[in-house]
């Protein structure tokens, strides 16, 4: 089982989508073929979330900056109440991440 895990996990730290959606072909396919239920059901309630986990290897981003950012615009909504302009609202939070344009 242990290895089962560790072959997961790598998925999350692949370097690029194609090898992160290599990973998780293989992992499922040995999921399923492993014939231990558990580990077959959580695979399949797993596959929901794929496109966020392979994304995940383009985009690294962990909680503690993802709950940063949150922060960051609970602060930025509660500076704007009782205005009614969303556009400026998400103007605000443009300018708040400047990051890569896009």
Do not use: C
Not at 9 to 25: F, G, M, S, T
Request: glycine share 6%; aromatic share 14%; net charge positive.
């Amino acid at each position: 089982m242990y290895g089962d895990e560790k072959r997961l996990k790598e998925l999350w730290y692949a370097p690029d989508k194609k090898v992160a959606q290599r990973r998780w072909n293989e992992w499922y396919r040995q999921s399923q073929e492993s014939g231990i239920k558990a580990l077959q059901q959580f695979a399949e309630k797993l596959k929901g979330y794929m496109s966020g986990i392979i994304a995940s290897a383009t985009h690294r981003l962990n909680t503690s900056v993802l709950e940063g950012m949150n922060n960051r615009i609970k602060v930025i909504k509660r500076m704007a109440y009782g205005y009614r302009d969303n556009d400026y609202f998400f103007m605000k939070i443009k300018a708040a991440f400047p990051g890569k344009a896009r």
